[in-house]
């Protein structure tokens, strides 16, 4: 039977930390305040955007809420981010995501300062990723080295293997585990022989967007199963792409859905923005 990496838990424990260092800052007369922008009301944003204001009141970091309709032109929203660049009160800005489909996501995200990118997508901070130097880190794949790290699970010399390719998750996920000494692989839709290939993990970072595909035959004995996955079953149940019950007991490790890698994120976003406040 795998152990369970109780996300829930190690994301209290981040966000724990991230309230006293804090309260630490605040008396040193320092202020943490993130900017959360969100245009049209798409509801999964809106449930996010809240999860992230509740997040912040929980730390003790103020947030500012920019709520834009849907027609917002996008020299709109850059003219804000250009703003809350240069206003010296805030620390983070977030740009939630997707945005409406008249505007260029990057063009906005590249309006960003990179000193404020709490979310790590600006191509300065993914630039600094990939050769070593200090910026900001997409917050999930950074969520997901602390579950394995604060599960005791070794990532040096390991055989890891990340399922998807994006800007978001997989590529990030892959500079950082290269970054923690693993051997890496990035598998993606066009993989040939993927069951083979994820066979030889003793870590399988599956983000690929499809319910249960990840079924025991693919899965090395022992192995470390991250599931980034998160869907509604035929029942209304939340599930991932990895079939829990089929990989649990084979899997040395496995992480639940919900409450696997969904609350690191947020915990990591917190952690963001007290390293913003702090200059690094
Ligand atoms: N939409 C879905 N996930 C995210 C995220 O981590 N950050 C932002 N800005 N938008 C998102």
Redesign the pocket.
Known sequence: MAKLIDGKAIAAQVKDECRRQAEQLKEQGISICLAVIQVGSDPASSV?VNNKKKACAYCGIESLAYELPEETTQEELIVLVKKLNNDQRVNGI????PLPDHMDENAVIHTIAPEKDV?GFHPWSVGALSIGLPGFVS??PAGIIQLLKRSDIAIEGKQCVVIGRSN?VGKPMAMLLLRENGTVTVAHSRTKNLRELCRQADILIVAMGKPRFITADYIKPGAAVIDVGIHRNENNKLCGDVDFDSVEPVAGAITPVPGGVGPM?IAMLMHNCVCAAKGI
Do not use: A, F, G
């Not at 977030?94 to 995501?97: A, C, F, N």
């Open positions: 996010y977030l740009v939630q995501l979310d917050c999930t978001i994120t």
